[in-house]
Nanobody
Framework: QVQLMESGGGLVQPGGSLRLSCAASGSTFSLDTMAWSRQAPGKERELVASIDSGFTTEYANSVKGRFTISRDNAKRTVSLQMNRLKPEDTAVYYC????????????WGQGTQVTVSS
């Protein structure tokens, strides 16, 4: 059974930084595509960043240059370093797993709240 556990959310001032982490279990992991998505109240869910088994990364335009996704296959973790945070980054952030890189994020974590406010 695939399980994802996020950590690292919180309250930060505009311009600040946060690092989110996600620990995965129950999958091959090294062959999986991992991603972070977010959803703010009243807004559609947005795929923020992804990293595939070959360590190729993709980012939403809204976070490009500010966020960095990384993975550690030995530790079975994926992280999202978020810099120069803006109030519009406020959302619940979810860790996503696409088993085997098939193109569908069937597995989600429980989410962690990120609030950017002064």
């Amino acid at each position: 059974q695939v399980q994802l556990m996020e950590s690292g959310g919180g309250l930060v001032q505009p311009g600040g930084s946060l690092r989110l982490s996600c620990a995965a279990s129950g999958s091959t992991f090294s062959l999986d595509t991992m991603a972070w998505s977010r959803q703010a109240p009243g807004k559609e869910r947005e795929l923020v960043a992804s990293i595939d088994s070959g360590f190729t990364t993709e980012y939403a335009n809204s976070v490009k240059g500010r966020f960095t996704i990384s993975r550690d296959n030995a530790k079975r973790t994926v992280s999202l370093q978020m810099n120069r945070l803006k109030p519009e980054d406020t959302a619940v952030y979810y860790c996503n797993l696409d088993q085997g890189g098939q193109g569908n994020y069937h597995y989600w974590g429980q989410g962690t709240q990120v609030t950017v406010s002064s």
